[in-house]
C-alpha cells in the first residue's frame, strides 16, 4: 500500500470544502499537524531570526569552543 501526503491549508473556502470532501471518503485517513514554528511566539521567532542572520554574519561562536571554555569554568569549581 503506497501513502501520499497532501497539505493543505485552510486559508481558502475551497481548501476548506476540498478537505470536507476527503473526509468523507472511507479510504481517506485525515491527521492534523502543524509546524513547530508555528507554535512558537513572535519573541522567540525573532530571536532565532537573529540568531540565524548572526551566523550568517559570521558572529558564531564555534561548538568545540564553547565546550572547551564550559570544560575549563567547570573545573575551576572543583
Known amino acids: 500500500m503506497q501513502s501520499y501526503k497532501l497539505t493543505i491549508s485552510e486559508n481558502s473556502s475551497k481548501a476548506v470544502a476540498l478537505l470536507n470532501y476527503l473526509k468523507s471518503i472511507d479510504f481517506v485517513k485525515i491527521s492534523e499537524t502543524s ?3 508555528e507554535a512558537l511566539t513572535p519573541e522567540q521567532q525573532n530571536s532565532i531570526h537573529k540568531g ?3 551566523l ?3 558572529e558564531g561562536i564555534k561548538h568545540d569552543d ?3 571554555n564550559v570544560s575549563k569554568l567547570l ?3 572543583e
Request: proline share 0%; no cysteine.
Open 66 to 68: 564553547i565546550r572547551k
Open 52 to 54: 540565524i542572520k548572526q
Open 75 to 77: 573545573d575551576k569549581r
Open 35 to 37: 509546524d513547530w514554528w
Open 56 to 58: 550568517d554574519n559570521g
